[in-house]
């Protein structure tokens, strides 16, 4: 059962005491609005604080104090979920109870991770400039690299087509053009800023004494978190947003097989009343091999080499892609909106939805034995401010039934239809 302790500050530790893993695992999550002025920079901070600390000025020498940790592991990265860009960092590091002369062993750790954290490599009044001209470099190649993931690309494109106006539109590794204008100054300035008074939630999970590690944390969040002010951010609950006529969006590139994302408005918040049955709507439709679009799109129809459907749960829309040949484009697309269709009818079998309850429910047994995925189950609902276990979760999937699903079925509405298909032939 999650402890979770708020202090002063913005602060939350949420403790996961568990004596299912060798290791203790240390996540902290910093939240911040996602919005397009910022991205870019919030993007640029977790690779150049990788780059080192002040007394470990070179990645080797951080590699080898990790090394001298029993192999511990330590880095970050940026997530999003809904309107909120999440900067994520964790540490990974044995229980000291299976090493020789390991008592300060997790001590040491934290304080390893508060450097990396509050002490990074500077150079003048900001971060060392080589380190950051080549992590500026790097992430330039991560954004541009997403144009040759086509099917990453074609959802990340229906998104930014669909939610044009709103913050949900911006790509979590931020803008290519934005780059040139971020200084290492600029840039620790902003972080020092985000470190000390945006969210912050940090997750302990593995075999400790709750009590014990309780005063290590708030004795180094002294340092990271000085007293100051809390910056409050949005309402993280996804916008309702009232569907006009679809937009139909078709981009031409040098690709051999067609890209067909379709893009709804699920109307349905996270973890709200309807939030399980959009589990199961989601399962029927295109999550599992046994769903509607696998089934009748690929196998049957053979209109697909691929059909999917995913959640944006922090949104509250859904996303159907598919692999196609062009030609197929008017045939495929008529088919997939049969599958959803069939779905608000209620052409739905009891083999379908008990195949996709055990798979749900297989997925958080799987969540049970990672601590980073246990992490971020908590997160998700630490972020919309709602306690959330996962014992409740697998009852209120046990309960969901077929009228449920339909319910949920008929406020989904269809936004955005993109079609990612190669280059026309000049006559």
């Given at each position: ?250 981009e031409e590139l040098p690709v051999s097989q067609g890209k067909l994302t379709l893009g709804f408005r699920t109307h349905t918040p996270f973890l709200s009343e309807d939030y399980f049955p959009l589990l199961f709507y989601n399962g029927i439709l295109g999550g599992y091999p046994h769903s509607k679009l696998f089934q009748n799109v690929r196998e049957k129809a053979s209109l697909a ?123």
């Amino acid at each position: 059962m999650v402890q979770i302790r708020e202090l002063s500050g913005n602060t939350r530790i949420h403790f996961l005491p568990t004596e299912k893993f060798k290791t203790i695992s240390v996540i902290v999550y910093l939240q911040q609005q996602l919005q397009e002025e910022t991205a870019t920079a919030t993007a640029l901070i977790p690779p150049v604080l990788e780059r080192g600390t002040q007394k470990h000025p070179h990645r080797r020498d951080l590699k080898r104090t990790l090394d001298n940790l029993f192999g511990a592991s330590l880095g970050g990265d940026v997530l999003k979920k809904g309107e909120r860009q999440v900067l994520h960092f964790s540490l990974n590091m044995i229980n000291s109870k299976y090493v020789k002369d390991g008592a300060t062993l997790f001590e040491d750790g934290l304080h390893l991770l508060k450097e990396f954290l509050a002490e990074p490599v500077l150079e003048g009044n900001g971060f060392k400039r080589d380190y950051f001209n080549q992590e500026k470099e790097q992430l330039e190649k991560e954004i541009k690299s997403l144009l040759n993931d086509k099917v990453n690309y074609a959802l990340e494109r229906c998104v930014q087509h669909m939610c044009s106006d709103e913050p949900f539109s911006v790509y979590k590794y931020g803008r290519v053009e934005d780059l040139p204008g971020i200084e290492p100054d600029y840039l620790y300035d902003y972080y020092c800023q985000l470190r000390q008074s945006n969210p912050m939630d940090i997750f302990i999970i593995g075999e400790f004494d709750v009590s014990h590690v309780s005063a290590q944390l708030e004795h180094i969040l002294e340092d990271l978190r000085p007293k100051g002010e809390e910056k409050k951010l949005k309402p993280a609950a996804g916008h309702h947003v009232v569907v006009g006529e679809v937009k139909y969006v078709e981009e031409e590139l040098p690709v051999s097989q067609g890209k067909l994302t379709l893009g709804f408005r699920t109307h349905t918040p996270f973890l709200s009343e309807d939030y399980f049955p959009l589990l199961f709507y989601n399962g029927i439709l295109g999550g599992y091999p046994h769903s509607k679009l696998f089934q009748n799109v690929r196998e049957k129809a053979s209109l697909a080499y691929y059909a999917f459907s995913r959640l944006e749960k922090h949104k509250g829309i859904m996303l159907i892609g598919s692999g196609i040949e062009v030609d197929n484009y008017h045939k495929a697309l008529d088919i997939i909106r049969l599958q959803v269709e069939e779905m608000k009818k209620g052409n739905i079998s009891h083999e379908e939805m008990e195949n996709t309850r055990l798979a749900l429910l297989n997925q958080l047994r799987m969540i049970e034995d990672n601590p980073f995925s246990l992490a971020n189950f908590y997160h998700d609902g630490a972020i919309v401010e709602k306690k959330l276990s996962l014992s409740d979760f697998k009852e209120a999937l046990k309960k969901v039934r077929i009228k449920d699903v339909v319910r949920v079925a008929e406020k989904i509405q269809l936004d955005t239809v993109y079609f990612l298909r190669s280059l026309r032939k000049e006559a």
